[in-house]
C-alpha cells in the first residue's frame, strides 16, 4: 500500500449529508481507480479517472455519487445525500499507465465511510 | 451466478502447513490474473500477478491459472501466523485494464 494516500481514514456522516472522499495516486502515476467493499463482499469497481479525464464510471451508482481528478491535487469522490447503505470501506489505486502487463493496481488503506 | 467465485472460509491451518486457496470463474475473456492479501482495516496488497495460463513462483507463494478449467489457485508454502488475513483473487480482460472483478475473499487464519 506504500504511497496510495486516502484521507480521512473515517468518515462518520449523517444521512443527508455528503461526504468527501480524497485519493492521492502514487508518484507518477496518473490513473485512479476507486472501488467499494461492503461488509462481506469483495470490492466492486466504480470509476477509473485519468487527470482532468473519467474514463470509465460503468460502477458508479446513477445518482449522488460523482468523482473527479483534477489537474492539480487530489482525485475525489463525492457522495451527495447519504444514506445508510452507503456504509463501506472505499478504496482507491493507481497505475502508472492502462493495459500494460507491468502496471497491476496499488491500494491505499481506504476510508471507512459510517452513515448514521 | 458471480463472475468470480471464491469459497470465504475461514480456512483454518496449522502454522508450516500448505495453505491452498481458489477461484472459478465464468468469463473467458479474463486474461490477467492477481491474488491479493488484505489484512483487517487496511488495503489490498498486491501477491502475485499472472497473465494467461501457467504457473509462477514467488518465494513461498505460487499462482497457477488453468484457464481451460477456468480456476486459478494460490498456494503458500510453510505458512506462519503472519499469513493470517483475507486472499483475495481478481481478474479482467485485456481491454479492461484496472477494472478488476473480485472474488469475495478467503479468510486464512494460521495457528501457530
Known amino acids: 500500500n506504500a504511497g496510495v494516500m486516502q484521507n480521512p481514514r473515517h468518515l462518520v456522516r449523517r444521512r443527508g449529508q455528503e461526504a468527501r472522499l480524497r485519493c492521492s495516486p502514487m508518484?507518477?502515476?496518473?490513473?485512479v481507480y476507486w472501488y467499494r467493499q461492503l461488509p462481506e463482499e469483495g470490492l466492486k469497481f466504480m470509476v477509473y479517472?485519468?487527470?482532468?479525464?473519467?474514463?470509465?464510471e460503468s460502477g458508479m451508482p446513477k445518482e449522488r455519487f460523482s468523482a473527479e481528478f483534477p489537474k492539480e491535487g487530489p482525485s475525489i469522490l463525492r457522495i451527495q445525500q447519504v444514506v445508510r447503505g452507503d456504509s463501506a470501506a472505499y478504496f482507491c489505486?493507481?497505475?502508472?499507465?492502462?493495459?500494460?502487463?507491468?502496471?497491476?493496481?496499488?491500494f491505499g488503506n481506504g476510508t471507512r465511510l459510517t452513515v448514521t | 451466478q458471480k463472475e468470480v467465485e471464491q469459497d470465504p472460509g475461514p480456512l483454518s491451518v496449522p502454522e508450516g502447513a500448505i495453505v491452498s486457496l481458489n477461484c472459478t470463474y465464468s468469463?473467458?475473456?479474463?486474461?490477467?490474473f492477481m491474488w491479493y492479501r488484505q489484512y483487517s482495516r487496511k488495503g489490498p496488497e498486491l501477491l502475485m500477478y499472472?497473465?494467461?495460463?501457467g504457473n509462477k513462483e514467488d518465494g513461498r507463494f505460487t499462482a497457477q491459472v488453468d484457464k481451460s478449467s477456468k480456476y486459478i489457485s494460490l498456494f503458500i508454502r510453510d505458512s506462519q501466523p503472519s499469513d493470517s488475513a483475507t486472499y483475495l483473487c481478481?481478474?479482467?480482460?485485456?481491454?479492461?485494464?484496472?477494472?478488476?472483478?473480485f472474488g469475495a475473499g478467503t479468510q486464512v487464519v494460521v495457528t501457530p
Open positions: 489505486a493507481s497505475s502508472p499507465a492502462a493495459g500494460a502487463r507491468n502496471s497491476p493496481l496499488h
Open positions: 508518484k507518477g502515476h496518473s490513473h
Open positions: 479517472l485519468q487527470k482532468e479525464n473519467i474514463i470509465d
Open positions: 468469463n473467458s475473456a479474463f486474461q490477467y
Open positions: 499472472t497473465y494467461s495460463s
Open positions: 481478481a481478474m479482467t480482460p485485456t481491454d479492461s485494464w484496472g477494472k478488476l472483478q
